[in-house]
């Protein structure tokens, strides 16, 4: 059963996290169409771990502090809400730019909290000759499931949830040190990608997977820059693969 709480992270910021299920946990960050975006992960992964799902502040009607401006700012408030949730061998699944605030969270993570990264559809590095090509609304739904993309769905992401992308963003909406970074990221790491995206494109996420000493880059056919709602069968079916390993080593 899902549970929405508030999460006093630090004085004056308070997060709103969904949290569900029990197992090793998972945080789970959204990209631009917020936290209904990423909700049937959630509902999938909650069968068999701790899901930890928070709103980034600004988006949802959700306030955004001033100093939460950057990428590594929402990184840190992450990494401080693992820390007074006390959670320790951690997966992070990043989404658009979710993945980006999920592989900054990874590298500023000093305390070895998290153990796995997975990205879907990520934005973050500047890749050469490759570009973020922002959507006007989300992508046709042909194959979506039977009931439909939600309403929040349809209408994209809002105007303040935009604004709050930007802000952490940047107008570059990219990195420059980022890609050179990743060669440091030490635990296992997994890359997903749409095979359609027009939004970041395969080749943007073949670069960014070799980045990484070692990051698997799978290919979600018939699917663009929202597989989670496109593919869902065949992103559950990567994600469960991937962690099995750990899975087996967390159960008694």
Known sequence: ?????????????????????????????????????????????????TVVAPTHPGWDGTVRPDDLDSVPALAATYLDLLSHLALRDVTVIGTSFGGWVATQTVLD????????????????????????????????????PAAGPSPAQRRGPSLSSMAALRAYAGPAMADPTLLARLSSVTCPVLVLWGADDTVVTPDFGRAYAAAFPHAPFELIPDAGHQPLREKPEAVHAALDSFLAPQDRTTRP
């Open 109 to 144: 993570d000093r305390e070895g909290r998290i153990s796995r990264l997975v990205l879907v559809d990520a934005i973050g590095p500047d890749v050469p000759g490759q570009q973020v090509t922002l959507p006007a609304g989300p992508p046709p739904t042909a194959s979506a």
């Open 1 to 49: 059963m899902l549970t929405p709480r508030s999460v006093p992270v630090r004085p004056g910021l308070d997060l709103d996290v969904r949290t569900a299920g029990e197992g090793s946990p998972v945080l789970v960050l959204h990209g631009a169409p917020g936290p209904a975006g990423v909700q049937p992960l959630v509902d999938h992964l909650a069968t068999g771990h």
